[in-house]
């Protein structure tokens, strides 16, 4: 049985992931932080080896027994980069790239990072600039997620030039919708059902202009599967955009209004025409069509359907909980933190 080490496997992405890894006979081996718990494993916890960790502080033996390495650790948004840019440097580039030089050490050679679509974000105002952009396309990333991203590509791309036995694969992914047991509502399909379903109404920014590249979180798990299990001469430092379809965020704010509508629920739409940093930009998804046959198809309009079924049935519903926003979260915690350090633990004498 091959194990596979998962970086952040109880987070958003990768509590989905390892539900599916498992599902196809693989041993899973977690690092994380458990920043967010351990509430996203809690229906996988007998099937998984968890060890707890700081991926930045890492124990070379966390690679023993394994055969794979998937990385989707991290600070994953821009709002939490920008609140600790050193925290996401050390966790986003340097961490990424000690992992690729433990492998390479210990013989690990297939090594998945997850990158990000925002790496080509190119801002709204410029039409010539909006374009179908695809893994060729030069990029220069200035925001520091997106930034110390592109830096964790180019350390890995550089390992394997001198390491021929070395296979990185990147993944940009559009941005991620769909239900988690590690649930967020601060990604933008998301937040249309949590705004839907709390308020009644869905609020779009800048007129919703901009495009944004998107992909269910399914759909985002099979590819890093299926780059998991490909010829090592398929993927070998390849980088692939994993891309269901670019939409406009009016366009999506329309969809997932219509789905509320069959659901017998009437949804408004309210326009802010302010620019708050929007980004805009569209990808082209057919390298991974084209070289792994691999074809993203959940629909947003299903994946909306999905969420709210099983918002209801796990009770996620209280969309107040900071836990469901990674920035807010991070500031709670890190508040807690400074007062933990004065009074020491909460109920023992001190």
Known sequence: MRKVLLVGGAGYV????????????????????????????????DRVELVVGDMRTLDPAILDDVDRVVNVGGLSNDPTAEYNPQANYEM???????????????????????????????????????????????VAPRAAYSSSKREAEKALLALAEQHPDFCPVILRKGTIYGFSPRMRYDLVVNTFVKDALSKGYITIHYGGEMWRPLVDIRDAARAYISCLQAPAEQVRAQTFNVVYRNMRISELALRVREVFRALGKSIDIRTDYGYKGVRSYRVSGQ???????????????????????????????????????????????????KVIRVTGKVFEAG
């Open 14 to 45: 990768g509590c989905v992931l390892a539900e599916e890894l498992l599902e196809r006979g693989y041993a899973i081996r977690i690092l994380d932080r458990l920043y967010f718990g351990e509430e996203g494993l809690r229906d996988i916890a």
């Open 92 to 138: 986003n580039t340097v961490a990424t790239r000690t992992l690729a030089e433990l492998c390479i050490a210990h013989g690990v050679n297939r090594y998945i990072l997850a990158s990000s679509c925002s790496i080509y974000d190119t801002g709204v105002g410029d039409e010539e600039k909006d374009v179908l952009q695809d893994e060729q396309t030069p």
């Open 287 to 337: 390298k991974l069509r084209r070289v792994l046959n691999l074809e993203p198809v959940v629909s947003v309009e299903d994946s909306v359907r999905d969420m709210v079924e099983r918002i209801q049935r796990y009770g996620f519903d209280d969309f107040d909980n900071p836990r469901y926003y990674n920035i807010r979260w991070m500031r709670l915690l890190e508040s807690a933190d």
